[in-house]
């Protein structure tokens, strides 16, 4: 009960079929021409027919299909998606509630960027699903205090304050430990602890 979906280079998406109990679908009277597929399922990462290219000139070759051409025994792998999971503590081994997570995925050679967030929970608890296998920072952002407020000159000493903080203490992302997903793997029990300033 995967749903497939074809995706026409010219014409763009159409309805999606369900695969049978085995996976196996069947699409036909289709036009001749470049087509792809779509594959999704829930607690699954889509997949794409054929493969995207992970090179940057051509990210995805089509399957040309030929008038009157038949093509079998197309086989489409569906994989879980990887996470990463953990705990937030205060500098005194306290859980933090309501903690902003966010996971960054580090490609070859550029930018950082956001592959998910979550909240922890009253126990300090996350967890970030759906990743692509690749490398990642963690960085946690505690949520403000409700008393602060920026335009009102503090008038005693303040207490230190958790801070943004890198998995596994790190203030500066140079500093980050970075983890590595492979296909479908969770990573557990990571521990950030926050810094203060």
């Known amino acids: 009960r995967a749903r497939v979906r074809l995706m026409s280079v010219p014409?763009?998406?159409q309805t999606p079929i369900l695969t049978d109990s085995t996976?196996?679908?069947e699409l036909t009277a289709?036009?001749?021409g470049p087509h792809s597929l779509m594959v999704?399922?829930?607690t699954?990462?889509?997949?794409r027919y054929p493969e995207v290219n992970r090179s940057m000139r051509a990210r995805m070759v089509?399957?040309?299909v030929r008038?009157?051409?038949v093509i079998e025994d197309l086989t489409i792998p569906l994989y879980h998606g990887s996470a990463i999971a953990g705990r937030v503590l205060d500098a005194h081994g306290d859980p933090v509630e309501s903690a902003q997570v966010r996971v960054l995925r580090l490609p070859r050679g550029g930018r950082p960027t956001t592959a998910g967030q979550m909240q922890t929970n009253d126990l300090g608890e996350f967890r970030v699903p759906r990743l692509q296998p690749g490398r990642y920072l963690v960085q946690v952002r505690p949520q403000m205090p409700q008393s602060f407020n920026p335009t009102q000159p503090a008038v005693e000493v303040q207490l230190p304050q958790p801070v943004p903080t890198y998995y596994p203490g790190a203030l500066d992302m140079a500093q980050a430990q970075p983890i590595t997903l492979n296909?479908?793997?969770t990573r557990a029990g990571l521990e950030v602890v926050l810094a203060e300033g």
């Open 183 to 185: 296909r479908g793997e």
């Open 30 to 32: 289709l036009p001749a």
């Open 67 to 69: 008038d009157g051409q």
């Open 62 to 64: 089509p399957l040309l």
């Open 23 to 25: 996976g196996a679908f």
């Open 40 to 42: 999704e399922k829930s």
């Open 11 to 13: 014409s763009g998406s």
């Open 44 to 47: 699954y990462m889509a997949a």
